[in-house]
């Protein structure tokens, strides 16, 4: 049975921003959501959470020592902070807006 678990629930996050990459700490709040992060928390996922605000690649960095992962978005900015004609120019809103992502985890 599956059921979905809001990211906000397990973990925190906190992002930042250099040019137009955006790079995203995601860390867990407890060792069994560190297990459950890396088993449902991919940088595929992540990209389609974000759908076309990330242009580029994401990749999916692991950091077992303080049970994290970090995700380096490519081409999330719209070319950067002085070049974007967006809103928010900046990647400080990319750890919230990830928080609200759903899990779909496998009922163990």
């Not at 990749?59 to 809103?87: H, K, P, Q, T």
């Amino acid at each position: 049975m599956k059921k979905f678990l809001l990211l906000l629930d397990i973990a925190a996050a906190r992002s930042g921003d250099k040019n137009d990459v955006c790079n995203i700490g995601v860390l867990a709040k407890t060792p069994q959501a560190y297990l459950l992060l890396k088993k449902y928390l991919s940088a595929e996922k992540v990209k389609a959470h974000f759908g076309s605000l990330i242009q580029g690649e994401v990749v999916r960095y692991e950091w077992d020592a303080i049970e994290a992962l970090n995700f380096v978005c490519y081409g999330a900015l719209d070319g950067g902070a002085s070049r974007s004609l967006r809103m928010d120019t900046l990647g400080k809103n990319f750890s919230s807006h990830l928080l609200r992502l759903e899990l779909e985890i496998e009922d163990e």
